[in-house]
């Protein structure tokens, strides 16, 4: 009769299930990034752009873009046995903004996509993510026709806090987006390992 476990056999492992929002302006690759590392098939709310959208979707620098999010992506990739992220990719727009207090609900973390054309599209999202005490990483999506800059230049014009991370990556590439996305747990895990100011007495 055999009790308890044998010194080889490994406790059974207890799973984790993390929330990581992807965000950042129109048409900076929100979508495409949540594609390329989901492990399943990413649920996408994409509606194509109409006429009637073009006074308030602002498509200088991305013109070739048809389609955009309405209400989010969604994703999931198993980073270890015992680690799966599941990806919330938010609407890039003004207008879609009053979902993202929905999606932010129990988030570990963010990544805020950047696009050196459109640098400035990015502002709302740091912001947002700053306000609220959300960790996150700025991944710089560099576009073969953008102009390539170093990650110091990039903090320097979004005004970043010095422990922010700022990331150069290809959100096409599997690799590249998987790293962005281990950056902004190592990230959040730090925040919250870090002891906490307390205020004087």
């Given amino acids: 009769m055999k009790f ?3 010194p080889r056999e490994k406790a059974p492992v207890e799973p984790v299930t993390l929330k990581i929002l992807v965000a950042g302006g129109f048409g900076v690759g929100k979508t495409t990034l949540v594609a390329a590392v989901s492990e399943i098939k990413p ?6 752009l109409s006429e ?12 070739a873009k048809h389609t955009t999010t309405v209400a989010m992506d969604f994703g999931r990739i198993t980073l270890r046995e015992d680690l799966t992220l599941y990806l919330f990719g938010t609407p890039g727009q003004d207008r879609f903004w009053f979902l993202w207090d ?3 609900q129990g988030a570990l973390g963010a990544v805020v996509l950047a696009d050196t054309r459109r640098l400035e599209d990015c502002f709302a999202a740091v912001d947002y993510f700053e306000r609220r005490g ?3 990483v700025v991944g710089v999506n560099c576009f073969d026709d953008a102009d390539h800059y170093p990650p110091e230049d990039i903090r320097t014009a979004l005004d970043l806090d010095p422990g922010v991370p700022v990331v150069l990556c290809d959100a096409r590439e599997r690799a590249s987006a998987k790293e962005v996305l281990i950056g902004v ?4 895990m730090a925040r919250a390992a ?3 100011e307390t205020a004087p007495h």
Avoid: M, N
Avoid at 43 to 48: D, V, Y
Avoid at 185 to 188: F, I, S
């Fill in 52 to 63: 009637a959208g073009r006074p308030v979707d602002d498509t200088g620098g991305v013109e």
């Fill in 4 to 6: 308890g476990r044998s």
């Fill in 194 to 196: 870090a002891p906490r």
């Fill in 43 to 48: 649920l996408r709310t994409e509606e194509t």
């Fill in 134 to 136: 959300i960790p996150f």
């Fill in 185 to 188: 747990v190592e990230h959040a």
């Fill in 102 to 104: 929905e999606l932010a």
